[in-house]
C-alpha cells in the first residue's frame, strides 16, 4: 500500500504537487515524502540495505536513492513503483542529478565518478582521489567530487568527465560538496572548516570556520548553512562575505542539509534524534521539527516544487 501510495505521488497528480523533501532513514531502511507547507510525512517507501544518499532531479521528475549496503542504485522512471535500479557496488556512495534525468555517481573504495543517463547506462567514468564521498554539479558544465581521504576536491568537464583541477582543501577529510554563486564550498569533516574554492582558476579563496565535524552545505537567503554532526548545531555565515552569522541548535548528529524550494530556509536531517528540521533562514528560527523514521541522513540534494502535469 505505502509503494502504491508513493507511486500515484511521483506521477505528479495535481493533489501532491508543492514543496516537497524526499529524505532517506538508513537505520529504518525508508524513503519518506515530506510536504514542506504542512511538515507531514505524505508517502514512504521501503527501500532496503541502508538507504543514505539522496538526488531528486526536478526537470526530469526523478527521485534517485543509493542503499549504501549493496551499492544498488533506485530511481524513478517512467512515473513507475517500485523503482528501476541498477546495482553498482558496495562502494556507490555521493550522488547528484545531472539535470537531464541521469544521475553522478561516486565510487568510495574504486575512487572513480561515474555519469550515468536517464537508462542508467554508464557515458563515462572518470578517477578521483581516494575515497571521493559527496558530488555535486553547477549545472553549466561542471561537477566536483568530494575526495575525502585525499584531503581535495577534485572539478571535472561534466559532458566529458576530463579532469579540470584537482585543489587541495582547507581541513582535512571533504566530504558534502555544493556549488554557489561561481563558488565551491566543502564541508572538512575533521578540519571544522568550510573550504571555498574557485573551480575555473582551480584554487582555494577562502575558509569558513564551523562547529565540530562539518558534513554538508546548503545556502539560502544570502547564507550558508553547514550542519556540524558532533555538536548538533548548524553553522550560518554570510555567503558573500563569509563571515559568521550564528550557530542554531537544531537536533542530534545532523548531516543531509538542503535549500528549501522557495529559498525561504533549508531541510536539516538529525540522524541520531530521527528528526528534519526546517530552519528559516532569516530569523533562523526553527518553524518545523517532523519526527522521521529511525536514522535520516538525505545526503545529497532531497528538495524540491513539483508542479501539477
Not at 577562502?206 to 555538536?231: E, I, K, L, N
Not at 550560518?236 to 559568521?244: G, I, M, R, S
Request: net charge negative; no cysteine.
Amino acid at each position: 500500500m505505502r509503494g502504491a501510495f508513493l507511486a500515484l505521488l511521483l506521477t505528479g497528480t495535481p493533489v501532491l504537487a508543492g514543496d516537497l523533501a524526499f529524505v532517506t532513514s538508513q537505520n529504518a531502511d525508508a524513503l519518506s515524502v515530506i510536504d514542506l507547507g504542512t511538515g507531514a510525512i505524505i508517502a514512504t517507501a521501503d527501500i532496503p540495505d541502508a538507504p543514505a544518499p539522496v538526488a531528486y532531479d526536478l526537470q526530469a521528475r526523478r527521485v534517485y536513492v543509493i542503499a549504501a549496503d549493496s551499492g544498488r542504485l533506485h530511481g524513478r522512471v517512467e512515473d513507475a513503483w517500485p523503482l528501476a535500479h541498477r546495482d553498482l557496488g558496495a562502494g556507490a556512495f555521493g550522488l547528484a542529478a545531472a539535470g537531464d534525468g541521469g544521475v553522478f555517481v561516486t565510487d568510495w573504495y574504486g575512487a572513480r565518478l561515474t555519469r550515468l543517463d536517464a537508462d542508467l547506462q554508464p557515458v563515462w567514468s572518470a578517477p578521483t582521489g581516494d575515497a571521493p564521498a559527496g558530488v555535486a554539479t553547477d549545472g553549466m558544465g561542471l561537477v566536483a567530487t568530494a575526495d575525502r581521504d585525499a584531503d581535495q576536491i577534485s572539478i571535472f568537464d561534466a559532458g566529458t568527465g576530463a579532469l579540470l583541477h584537482r585543489v587541495a582543501t582547507a581541513g582535512a577529510h571533504p566530504f558534502g560538496v555544493t556549488f554557489h554563486d561561481g563558488q565551491v564550498f566543502s564541508a572538512d569533516v575533521q578540519g571544522d572548516v568550510v573550504s571555498v574554492i574557485d573551480p575555473v582558476a582551480g584554487r582555494l579563496t577562502g575558509r569558513v570556520p564551523t562547529g565540530s565535524h562539518p558534513y554538508a552545505v546548503a545556502f539560502a537567503g544570502g547564507r550558508g548553512f553547514v550542519t556540524d554532526q558532533y555538536d548538533g548545531t548548524v553553522t550560518v555565515f554570510d555567503a558573500a562575505t563569509l563571515d559568521p552569522v550564528a550557530t542554531v541548535t537544531v537536533g542530534d548528529y545532523p548531516e543531509g542539509i538542503a535549500t528549501l524550494p522557495d529559498g525561504s530556509g533549508v531541510a536539516v536531517a538529525n540522524w541520531d534524534s530521527d528528526t528534519l528540521t526546517i530552519l528559516d533562514a532569516k530569523t533562523l528560527v526553527v518553524t518545523h521539527s517532523i519526527d522521521m523514521p529511525s536514522g535520516p541522513r538525505a545526503f545529497g540534494s532531497f528538495t524540491g516544487r513539483q508542479a501539477p502535469r
